[in-house]
């Protein structure tokens, strides 16, 4: 595939033909937040809404995770008007997160603790209204233990779970703010990828999915 080049910052980079701008820039050391893109994404879910840049042209900020690159591309990553969506976009999973990092397996390795770093947003940030999703544990998975008041939502594990075994064994449910993830097959075990496939929780960004039988 041919290489093409663009302008991102005042840097001139180049990439693949086709490839998304933000894996572009994330190949090139430049940073965009993100949570719901993973390398080798063909269709990116876009959920997270992290991810905008502003492109020379048009009027709006676009998510990078959707967009392909084009040798005509003038980005910039970071705008006020960029990071103001951006700010958006962590506070509001902020308001439905439950924040206990000293408790959670992610501690120091969790994307959105390093995303709200980047953004300059405390973990818990003053005057945001907070809500909760019951059950706080579902521990109905043979192998999983799920919180969903951890989970971002972003499918990261749907993915994985899609490439790793042809199939998805987990999908979202419900809509809106009652949106979860569910697992498929989780009544009968037979059927179920083994115990040992960490997959889903290796990529989970925030230390929403544990293993039951340990590391
Ligand atoms: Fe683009 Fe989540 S990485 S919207």
Redesign the pocket.
């Known amino acids: 595939m041919s290489r093409i080049s663009f302008q991102v910052n005042d840097r001139k980079i180049s990439a693949p033909e086709g490839m998304s701008l ?1 894996g572009a820039c994330l190949n090139a050391d430049i940073h965009i937040p ?4 993973m390398e080798g994404m063909t269709e ?1 879910p ?6 905008f840049v502003e492109i020379e042209g048009r009027r709006e900020p676009v ?4 967009l392909p690159v084009r040798s005509d591309l003038k980005v910039r990553t970071d705008t006020p008007a960029v990071r103001r969506l951006q700010r958006t976009a962590l506070r509001l999973l902020l308001s439905v997160h439950h924040v206990d990092c000293k408790h959670c397996i992610a501690n120091y390795k969790c994307e959105l603790q390093r995303t709200a770093r980047f953004l300059g947003i405390g973990l818990k940030p003053k005057h945001l209204d907070h809500y909760s999703k019951e059950p706080e544990v579902d521990d109905t998975h043979p192998h999983l233990i799920h919180r969903p008041n951890r989970c971002v939502l ?1 499918g990261r594990c749907i993915h994985i779970c899609e490439s790793r075994h042809g199939r998805a064994y987990i999908a979202m449910a419900r809509r809106g703010f009652d949106t979860v993830l569910t697992f498929y097959g989780s009544t009968d075990a037979i059927d179920l990828p083994a115990p040992d496939c960490t997959a889903c929780i290796d990529v989970c960004p925030v230390g929403a999915l544990e293993s039951k039988h340990g590391e």
Do not use: E
């Open positions: 933000l993100h949570l719901c893109y990116p876009a959920s997270c809404r992290l991810c998510t990078a995770c959707t972003c």
